[in-house]
């Protein structure tokens, strides 16, 4: 039977009971309770309602009034536990995924997995929503929102459903190989964080895989692509010292999220160096979080010091927000219009300057920490070799390959061909000898 409203008034101090007007053992229980929309993939406020009635008759007002808020706070309770759960035991998705993340230093790298998450895997709400983000991802997290499962208590989930996501965005959504990855790169490190603080007793997405083809860039050309877009840049930003920097820093083999949040306390002049610190956050860090430090090259260094700026925050910054750019989509595309490399991207420069550097004899470890790798082994997904060139060597630098000519093959020496001559007229001896 429904209850109406009309009949209850407030009790004082008591906002979420009402006691009825005429019967004083009757009692309305009401409450909201931030909760998950499955159909609109977010969060919002429900209410939720109950009729008490107090058994005994012989009670005063003041007694049912003390026996309802007790059934009130069970009644809550429960209800908390069977739509979201609580902490440690009924935890769900996404308070462990906001958990997890404190705990996370601040890098490029995390703010990408917190937009991942709440794209594909469920709501955190510490995605930075911008109306760029809305734009590019309403139609996609509508499609999303049916398989997500940040939602669920942690205990409840099992490797079929985070099986399903993975599969949905391969056979359904027609995503990479690469792409679906992601998703147990992002949860394998979460839940085995829910195993070490107890929360869980298992990891469903220990066992899971996904094969991934070889996503290895391969670079022809090298070096001619490592002066078209040397030239390339010095040309086009030859009056923006700004642009000018930013890019060349490409070429010392920086990732992008590396270049935008480097600061100019980072930047050593009278040295001539740079570093990129530990994670953490507004700081420039690395993939491995590991402070680093880089020489700076004369060439961007000069451009560095072009650039008017007052030297404090964020060297690649917003003249307006001050913030780091959060863009660099309209640069790139002068710079492959200009040179006519049009399939470029800055995260090929690292593909670019290995290759070139290898195809002119700088052996593989050197280039490995020109990456910044902690595995030397890492090289070999940017590295891309030439047969008809792994055998030149000599170029020892970067700077070199600008004025790299091909080598010629040297001639013998007049010494040489004597000795070659003395050492065939011995052969024939020998033979001569022999018969």
Partial sequence: MAIKSDDYKS????????????????????????VWDIHKGEYRYKQFSKSYKVKATNHSRADNIKEAQLNFLKFKEETEKKVNGSHDENMTLDELFIQYMETQPFSDGNEKKKKNYDLRIGNSGLTKSSKENIARHKTLREQYNKYKIGHLPIKDIIPHQISTIIS???????????TCKGVLELLNPVFKFALANRYLVINPAEYLTVKVASQKIIIRNPT??????????????????????????GFTGRR?????????????????????????????????NDKQQFP???????????????????????????KPLTGIDRPTNNLKKFTGMHDFTFRQ???????ANAENGVDSIILSGLLGHKDV???????????????????????????????EEKEPTVEELKKQMEELQNKINNLTDKK
């Avoid at 692509?225 to 930013?246: H, M, Q, S, T, V």
């Avoid at 420069?349 to 290759?355: L, P």
């Fill in 11 to 34: 009790i004082p101090k008591n906002a979420n009971i009402k006691i009825h007007k005429k019967d004083i053992r009757k009692f309305w229980f009401r409450f909201k309770l931030k």
């Fill in 168 to 178: 949905k965005m391969k056979e359904e959504f027609h995503l990479a190989d690469k």
């Fill in 224 to 249: 001619e692509k490592f002066n078209c877009l040397y030239n390339g840049i010095n040309e086009l930003w030859k009056d923006d010292p700004f642009y000018r920097a930013f890019f060349l820093f």
């Fill in 256 to 288: 992008r999220g590396e270049v935008l949040y480097l600061k100019w306390e980072n930047v050593d002049f009278k040295n001539n160096c740079y570093w990129i610190e530990q994670g953490s956050k507004n700081t420039s860090s690395t993939k491995n």
């Fill in 296 to 322: 700076l090259p004369p060439i961007i260094k000069e451009a560095l010091e072009q650039i008017l700026d007052d030297r404090t925050g964020y060297v690649f910054k917003s003249p307006i927000t001050r």
């Fill in 349 to 355: 420069f690292r593909n670019i300057v290995v290759s």
């Fill in 377 to 407: 082994h890492t090289i070999n997904k940017y590295l891309s070799l030439s047969t008809m060139s792994s055998g030149q060597v000599g170029i020892e630098s970067m700077g070199k390959i600008l004025d790299a000519e091909i080598l």
